[in-house]
T-cell receptor, first 117, second 112 residues
Framework: AQTVTQSQPEMSVQEAETVTLSCTYD???????LFWYKQPPSRQMILVIR??????QNATENRFSVNFQKAAKSFSLKISDSQLGDTAMYFC??????????????FGQGTRLTINP | EAGVTQFPSHSVIEKGQTVTLRCDPI?????LYWYRRVMGKEIKFLLH????????ESGMPNNRFLAERTGGTYSTLKVQPAELEDSGVYFC??????????FGNGTRLTVT
């Protein structure tokens, strides 16, 4: 069975700073996806970034980037130039790549990130 | 487009009562998922529908939970009878084939 671990229950930084959220996972699969989801207070969870395990290049989406270390089974999220709107609960998630397209995600415990003005 | 909608946003019931949660997926999304987060723990998969058919219900905790998706549109998740350990946030998500999930805001269930 796969497991995902987020070791930082809470983090807090000042606006405009850079922050890195850590995530490690355990799997025997070779073909999988990794995700970071964000849930702002009282709002829906949205996909921040996705990484395919067979791609060596780290995914980036504007101010969000990941450091994917496949051998170490590590998948950290870096947020550059943090903004107040980045305040949210962040979840790291794993998914086996399935031929039939079913998306059964395995989530970490979450990291509550607060951006202070 | 309208997002995934869940009703109610919050429900408080007593142990032994019945509660029904509803999820309206994005129109045209054949895949519908239920997940839940019990207090302070990770979000866990409950089940997956493709249209009206249950494809995987391996995450359903026990037979007090019943999920349906009539006509392949909206879905309901009924808990009967509710127990204290059922408290948590229940998330619904939908997607087209092989595309990222779109989540709803979740329903916070409190069983007292």
């Amino acid at each position: 069975a796969q497991t995902v671990t987020q070791s930082q229950p809470e983090m807090s930084v000042q606006e405009a700073e850079t922050v890195t959220l850590s995530c490690t996972y355990d799997t025997s699969e070779s073909n999988y996806y990794l995700f970071w989801y964000k849930q702002p207070p009282s709002r829906q969870m949205i996909l921040v970034i996705r990484q395919e395990a067979y791609k060596q290049q780290n995914a980036t989406e504007n101010r969000f980037s990941v450091n994917f270390q496949k051998a170490a089974k590590s998948f950290s999220l870096k947020i550059s130039d943090s903004q107040l709107g980045d305040t949210a609960m962040y979840f790291c998630a794993f998914m086996k790549r399935r031929s039939q397209g079913a998306q059964k995600l395995v989530f970490g415990q979450g990291t509550r990130l607060t951006i202070n003005p | 487009e309208a997002g995934v909608t869940q009703f109610p946003s919050h429900s408080v019931i007593e142990k032994g009562q019945t509660v029904t949660l509803r999820c309206d997926p994005i129109s045209g999304h054949d895949n519908l998922y239920w997940y839940r987060r019990v207090m302070g723990k990770e979000i866990k998969f409950l089940l997956h529908f493709v249209k009206e058919s249950k494809q995987d219900e391996s995450g359903m905790p026990n037979n007090r939970f019943l999920a349906e998706r009539t006509g392949g549109t909206y879905s309901t998740l009924k808990v009967q009878p509710a127990e204290l350990e059922d408290s948590g946030v229940y998330f619904c998500a939908s997607s087209p084939y092989n595309s990222p999930l779109h989540f709803g805001n979740g329903t916070r269930l409190t069983v007292t």
